[in-house]
């Protein structure tokens, strides 16, 4: 079992509030967040265009999310 830490609860609650997606695993290495979503819900958490992933990135500062 792993510990969560601030950046990975808010990042978390990030991802849900922007894509409407469910996630429990999330991890920052590199400079780059990482989410862990279900295979059938990567198209709706990536959205249109890559416009989640945009938006997300304009929340994160400097982070890439992937």
Do not use: W
């Not at 849900?16 to 400079?31: G, L, M, S």
């Not at 304009?58 to 890439?64: D, K, L, P, S």
């Amino acid at each position: 079992m792993s510990i969560i830490d601030i950046q990975e609860i808010m990042s978390i609650n990030l991802l849900d509030r922007v894509t409407r997606v469910k996630t429990r695993k999330c991890f920052i290495y590199n400079n780059t967040v990482y989410f862990a979503v279900q295979r059938r819900e990567m198209a709706q958490a990536i959205g249109p265009a890559a416009e989640n992933i945009r938006r997300m990135q304009e929340h994160v500062g400097n982070r890439r999310v992937r």
